[in-house]
């Protein structure tokens, strides 16, 4: 017995000895996989992949989780959309059928008449911009692997650069009218070596990115084909005509920016792809893709 118990006791020093003895040599092994950008994105669909979660990742940045701002149904037991805490409600277009309680359970501690002031709390997460850089820097990453890969065709490539500029821009126009001026990144963080505190930008130079964006957009998706749920030359020139009318009367452009502004939406009012709905009501109780419908995003 107690040979045996010896025994054991050889055996477990030995092997203690030798993994102690081994150890560096063990951990210091090149690993024989490694995910970075580089491998994350290699083949088109690959890019096709991410550019489908950039859509997912602003569906959740416009909406309250799974309650987004475009539910078919608006009955007063859902939670408000979180759209309504980027400006919507402030600005009085946005009418809430629901209880107070419903604000407390949304959005903490703050109550609607905090929320309508637009004093929410910057420690509150609904005050957080970062809803909105994650997808940039998605797209951003994107873009730049986009010049590296092989595409099965030239339109192709130039659809889906062409949905990212627009997705871009829209996720610039959210954080330029809801906290004005904030850091322009025009280039994927891919290392801790990078400048993670980029300064704030004026707002005239951020309205100047996204209408560079959107330009560079509209060639691009010509080529592509109609959608009301993926980034189209409607939806480049109803985000411009947004852009442009807002410009024109917050930021000082005057009647050069709203021109700009009414021949961009003269541009999507003379396509034939959308109508007006005899009901306008219609466009949020009837489901998705209506005839008036320019652009969603869809669950």
């Given at each position: 017995?107690?040979?045996?118990?010896?025994?054991?006791?050889?055996?477990?020093?030995?092997?203690g000895?030798?993994?102690?003895?081994?150890?560096?040599?063990?951990?210091?092994?090149?690993?024989?996989?490694?995910?970075?950008?580089?491998?994350?994105?290699e083949?088109?669909s690959?890019?096709?992949?991410?550019?489908?979660?950039?859509?997912?990742?602003?569906?959740?940045a416009?909406?309250?989780?799974?309650?987004n701002?475009y539910?078919?149904s608006?009955?007063?037991d859902?939670?408000?959309?979180?759209?309504?805490?980027?400006?919507?409600?402030?600005?009085?277009?946005?009418?809430?059928?629901g209880?107070?309680?419903?604000?407390?359970?949304?959005?903490?501690?703050?109550?609607?008449?905090?929320?309508?002031?637009?004093?929410?709390?910057?420690?509150n997460?609904?005050?957080?911009w970062?809803?909105?850089?994650?997808?940039?820097?998605?797209?951003?990453?994107?873009?730049?692997i986009?010049?590296?890969?092989?595409?099965?065709?030239?339109?192709?490539?130039?659809?889906?650069?062409?949905?990212?500029y627009?997705?871009?821009?829209?996720c610039?126009?959210?954080?330029?009218?809801?906290?004005?001026?904030v850091?322009?990144?025009?280039?994927?963080?891919?290392?801790?070596?990078?400048?993670?505190?980029?300064?704030?930008?004026?707002?005239v130079?951020?309205?100047?990115?996204?209408?560079a964006?959107?330009?560079?957009?509209?060639?691009?998706?010509?080529?592509?084909?109609f959608?009301?749920?993926?980034?189209?030359?409607?939806a480049?020139?109803?985000?411009?005509?947004?852009?442009?009318?807002?410009?024109?009367?917050?930021?000082?452009?005057g009647?050069?920016?709203?021109?700009?502004?009414?021949?961009?939406?003269?541009?999507?009012?003379?396509?034939t792809?959308?109508?007006?709905?005899?009901?306008?009501s219609?466009?949020?109780?009837?489901?998705?893709?209506?005839?008036?419908?320019?652009f969603?995003?869809?669950?």
């Amino acid at each position: 017995m107690k040979m045996k118990n010896r025994y054991i006791i050889l055996i477990t020093f030995f092997l203690g000895t030798f993994f102690l003895s081994s150890c560096n040599d063990i951990l210091d092994q090149k690993p024989v996989s490694e995910l970075s950008v580089a491998n994350a994105f290699e083949t088109q669909s690959d890019l096709d992949a991410g550019l489908q979660g950039v859509y997912n990742r602003l569906l959740y940045a416009l909406g309250e989780g799974s309650y987004n701002f475009y539910n078919t149904s608006l009955s007063s037991d859902q939670l408000p959309p979180r759209l309504a805490s980027y400006g919507d409600f402030r600005a009085g277009s946005l009418y809430w059928r629901g209880n107070g309680s419903i604000f407390v359970e949304v959005f903490g501690s703050i109550d609607a008449t905090n929320l309508a002031k637009g004093t929410i709390a910057t420690t509150n997460g609904l005050a957080n911009w970062q809803a909105f850089y994650v997808p940039a820097n998605m797209i951003n990453t994107i873009l730049e692997i986009s010049e590296k890969i092989t595409f099965s065709s030239q339109d192709s490539k130039d659809v889906l650069q062409g949905e990212l500029y627009y997705l871009r821009a829209l996720c610039y126009f959210n954080l330029l009218r809801t906290w004005g001026k904030v850091p322009i990144i025009a280039f994927a963080y891919t290392s801790t070596t990078q400048d993670f505190f980029p300064k704030q930008s004026e707002m005239v130079d951020v309205a100047a990115f996204i209408a560079a964006d959107l330009a560079k957009a509209a060639p691009l998706l010509a080529k592509a084909p109609f959608s009301r749920v993926r980034a189209t030359t409607g939806a480049v020139n109803a985000l411009k005509a947004h852009l442009f009318a807002w410009k024109g009367r917050v930021l000082g452009g005057g009647n050069a920016d709203l021109q700009v502004a009414a021949d961009a939406a003269a541009a999507v009012i003379s396509t034939t792809n959308y109508q007006l709905l005899t009901n306008y009501s219609d466009i949020f109780w009837k489901g998705y893709q209506s005839n008036e419908s320019i652009f969603e995003l869809y669950t």
